[in-house]
C-alpha cells in the first residue's frame, strides 16, 4: 500500500481539514505513515497568518524539493492558506508540487487520486477512523463554516478563505452520530468565526440550535467549539452553555487588543467597555468557565502606553490561557496597505514577553486553585509512560497508570500543579 503523511501547521481548522484529508486518503488505499520520509504522498497544510508560519512552509517546500530530486515518483500536495486564487504562479514559485487545493477544495482532491489509478470515495464521512497519521484519539474536530466575513485589518484569512458557508446542519448531525457509532467521545466545532454558524442557511439555525441538538446523541460525552467572535456572541449560547450538559465551559474570545484605538484599527467591531461588559456576563452565567483570548503586540503605531492597556487587560480579567503574537504585516491587508509597520522587532518581542510572562504567573494561581481537587478527565493518548487528557475547562492532565485509559472518562485528584498543566492520580475503582 503507498504511504502518505501529512504536514500541518496553523489553526484549528487546518488539523481539521487534515483530519479530512487523511479520510480520503484512507479511502483511496493509502496508508498513513510516521514521516516524510517513508511516504510517496506528502500532504502539507499550510499556514501564512505569520511570517513566522509562512516561512516554516517556505523552508519545508524547499526540503521536499530534495527529496523529490532524489525520488522523483514521491508525490507532493499543498493545500492551507498559502494557496491563493493564482495557482498557475504557485505552479511557477514551486514546480517540484504535482497538486495545489483551496482549503477544503476536495474535488480537487478526488481528481488527482482519480488521475493516480486510486479513486477516492466521493461521498465520504469526511472523517477517517484514527486520526491524522494514524495517531488514534477520542477526539475529533468537525468544521461546521468555511471562511470569513470580518476582515479584521491585519489578517489574510478572509482573502485565503473566501467569505463564510456554514455546512448543513443535517450534515454535521449525520457525520457526529457515525463518529459516535464508531467510538469517538468529544467533538469539536470548528470555524474562525462559530458564531455566524447557519446565518447563511435556510431556516435562521444558530450555533446553540445546533448544539442542542447534538447534545442529544446518545454515548457523546462531551461537545466544544471555537472560535467565538467577540462582536457576535448571543446570549442564547452563553446560556447553552450555562446549562448542565455535554457542552463544556471553555470559550475562546479573542480580544487582540487592550486599548480602543487600536481595536478600531483592527477593525474588530468592539470597544474594550462591550469585551469587559461580556465577559462579566459570561461569568455571572457560567461562573466555573475558563476563557482564553488572542492579543497581538506591536500592532502599526502601538505606544508602550496602548501596549500597557493590554497588560491592564490581561491583569483584570485573568484568562486561563493567553495566545501572544508579534503584529506580522501580510500583503493584500487593509493594515499592510493602510499602516507602516514601525515598530522595531525587537519591542514587539519585548512586549510579547513581558504579556507572556505576566500570563504565567496568572495561570499559575488559577491552576493552584485546582491542587487537591478530583476532576474529571477525557483521556486522549499516552506520552513518555503518561496519560494525558482534558479537563471540561480544557486543563491539560497527565496522569500515570498500568490500565488502558484510552478513551475513559478518568477521574484525576490533581496533586501537582504548573502554568501549563496539572498532574495526578486516577481515582476512578
Ligand atoms: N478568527 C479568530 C479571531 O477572530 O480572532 C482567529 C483566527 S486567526 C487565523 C488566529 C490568530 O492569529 C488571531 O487571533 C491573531 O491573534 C493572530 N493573527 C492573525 N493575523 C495576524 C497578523 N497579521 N500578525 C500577528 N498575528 C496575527
Ligand atoms: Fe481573521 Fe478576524 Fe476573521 Fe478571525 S475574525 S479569521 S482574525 S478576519
Not at 11 to 40: H, P, R, T, W
Not at 270 to 291: F, G
Request: proline share 5%; charged share 25%; net charge negative.
Amino acid at each position: 500500500m503507498p504511504g502518505y503523511f501529512i504536514w500541518t501547521i496553523g489553526c484549528q481548522m487546518n488539523k481539521a481539514e487534515s483530519q479530512q484529508i487523511a479520510g480520503y486518503l484512507d479511502s483511496a488505499g493509502y496508508q498513513a505513515v510516521d514521516s516524510f520520509s517513508n511516504a510517496d504522498v506528502v500532504v502539507l497544510n499550510t499556514c501564512v497568518v505569520r511570517q513566522s508560519a509562512e516561512n516554516k512552509v517556505l523552508g519545508t517546500l524547499g526540503l521536499l524539493k530534495g527529496v523529490k530530486n532524489k525520488h522523483p515518483d514521491l508525490q507532493i500536495l499543498v493545500t492551507g492558506c498559502l494557496v491563493n486564487s493564482d495557482i498557475q504562479e504557485l505552479k511557477r514559485r514551486f514546480p517540484q508540487v504535482d497538486l495545489l487545493f483551496k482549503p477544503g477544495d476536495y474535488p480537487e482532491l478526488i481528481a488527482w487520486s482519480e488521475r493516480r489509478g486510486t479513486p477516492a470515495e466521493q461521498r465520504l464521512l469526511r472523517y477517517p477512523p484514527n486520526n491524522v497519521n494514524g495517531a488514534r484519539s477520542p477526539s475529533a474536530l468537525i468544521p461546521i463554516i468555511q471562511g470569513c466575513d470580518n476582515f479584521c485589518s491585519y489578517c489574510i484569512v478572509p482573502y485565503r478563505r473566501g467569505r463564510e458557508v456554514s455546512r448543513p446542519r443535517r450534515d454535521i448531525v449525520s457525520e457526529v452520530e457515525e463518529l459516535v457509532r464508531r467510538g469517538m467521545k468529544e467533538i469539536t466545532l470548528v470555524g474562525q468565526n462559530v458564531d455566524s454558524y447557519g446565518h447563511d442557511l435556510p431556516g435562521h439555525l444558530d450555533l446553540a440550535d445546533l448544539l442542542n441538538e447534538l447534545s442529544s446523541i446518545d454515548d457523546l460525552a462531551r461537545i466544544r467549539f471555537l472560535t467565538n467572535h467577540p462582536k457576535d456572541i448571543s446570549l442564547k449560547l452563553i446560556d447553552s452553555v450555562a446549562s448542565p450538559n455535554k457542552i463544556c465551559e471553555h470559550l475562546e474570545l479573542p480580544v487582540q487588543a487592550g486599548d480602543d484605538d487600536i481595536l478600531r484599527a483592527m477593525r474588530r467591531g468592539y470597544n474594550l467597555e462591550q469585551y469587559r461588559e461580556l465577559v462579566h456576563t459570561i461569568r455571572r452565567n457560567i461562573p466555573q468557565v475558563s476563557l482564553s483570548t488572542d492579543i497581538i503586540v506591536g500592532f502599526p503605531g502601538e505606544t508602550e502606553e496602548q501596549f500597557a492597556h493590554s497588560l491592564a487587560l490581561v491583569k483584570d480579567i485573568k484568562f486561563d490561557v493567553v495566545h501572544v503574537a508579534a503584529y506580522s504585516p501580510r500583503p493584500g491587508t487593509i493594515a499592510w496597505r493602510e499602516y507602516q509597520d514601525n515598530i522595531p522587532a525587537e519591542v514587539k518581542k519585548e512586549r510579547l514577553h513581558v504579556i507572556e510572562d505576566l500570563q504565567a504567573a496568572i495561570a499559575t494561581e488559577i491552576n493552584s486553585q485546582l491542587q487537591g481537587k478530583e476532576i474529571e478527565v477525557l483521556v486522549e493518548g499516552s506520552k513518555g509512560g503518561k496519560w494525558f487528557g482534558r479537563t471540561r475547562s480544557n486543563k491539560l492532565v497527565f496522569f500515570e497508570d498500568a490500565g488502558d485509559w484510552l478513551g475513559q472518562l478518568a477521574r484525576v485528584k490533581i496533586e501537582r500543579t504548573s502554568p501549563w498543566s496539572l498532574g495526578g492520580e486516577v481515582k476512578n475503582n
